[in-house]
């Protein structure tokens, strides 16, 4: 809603200048804000405001960001109490939602570009997106990933390649080539799908850690419930 009243109005044209109806501030350079005004400008307050925050990193999971948002305008920011319980009901819905769908449906991870290897630093870990790409056209060479492409990254875990090997040859050749230069397993292995995927494949969704890979996913959560003191 605008500043009508004029003489009101011209009191709020600075530059860098910003009203608050709240703010959640976590570290310096860390927090979700609403606010009204804008260096002069009406603000819609449910357009929230974030600078910092774990699920706004690249390495966080997409769809989390709408969930977040979603937490901070309805329960804490524009409400009229900061509402605890809603807070978790909202994590372990999503939390069961995650272990129903997660070795399912694609829209939980992450979509990246995949550039050449031979723009990395030699000797350094190379990004998932290219190392998964590698091991993805290491199985499917007639459906190869090259650069430029896009991909939906999925992690996975040693211990379901070590338990499906000897049951899938997919899965033993992803954990072959996880092994090379990683025998001490420092580095978890990874396959990334094209991006045009909407499901994961069948013989891909047993390879899938469902628990520890839901725990990865839902990590940003851990900054919130901490204002809390519940982790």
């Known amino acids: 809603m605008g500043i009508k009243d004029k003489y009101y109005r011209d009191k709020f044209i600075f530059k860098n200048e910003f009203g608050f109806l709240s703010m959640a501030l976590f570290a310096k350079k860390m ?14 307050i449910h357009d929230i405001a974030v600078s910092g925050m774990s699920f706004k990193k690249r390495d966080a999971a997409e769809f989390l960001e709408e969930v977040m948002l979603e937490i901070f305008d309805n329960w804490i920011l524009t409400s009229d109490d900061i509402y605890v319980e809603q807070i978790l009901n909202r994590y372990f819905e999503l939390k069961r939602e995650l272990k129903r769908s997660v070795n399912k449906e694609t829209k939980y991870y992450q979509v990246l570009g995949v550039k050449a290897e031979e723009a990395y630093q030699a000797g350094k870990k ?6 998964g790409s590698k091991v993805w ?9 090259v650069p430029m492409d896009r991909v939906i990254v999925v992690p996975l875990s040693f211990d379901k390649l070590e338990i499906y090997a000897s049951q899938s040859a997919n899965a033993k050749k992803i954990l072959q080539y996880s092994l090379v ?6 580095n978890d292995p990874v396959i990334c799908l094209p991006e045009y995927y909407d499901m994961i494949p069948d013989w891909l969704q047993p390879l899938i ?4 890979l839901v725990d990865k996913l839902l990590s940003p959560f851990k900054q919130l419930l901490g204002l809390f003191d519940i982790v």
């Open 31 to 44: 927090y979700a804000s609403s606010m009204f005004v804008q260096e002069g400008a009406p603000r819609d």
């Open 126 to 131: 190379l990004p998932d997106a290219v190392t």
């Open 137 to 145: 056209n290491c199985i499917f060479p007639d459906e190869s990933i």
């Open 181 to 186: 230069n990683n025998e001490n397993k420092k």
């Open 209 to 212: 850690d469902v628990n520890k």
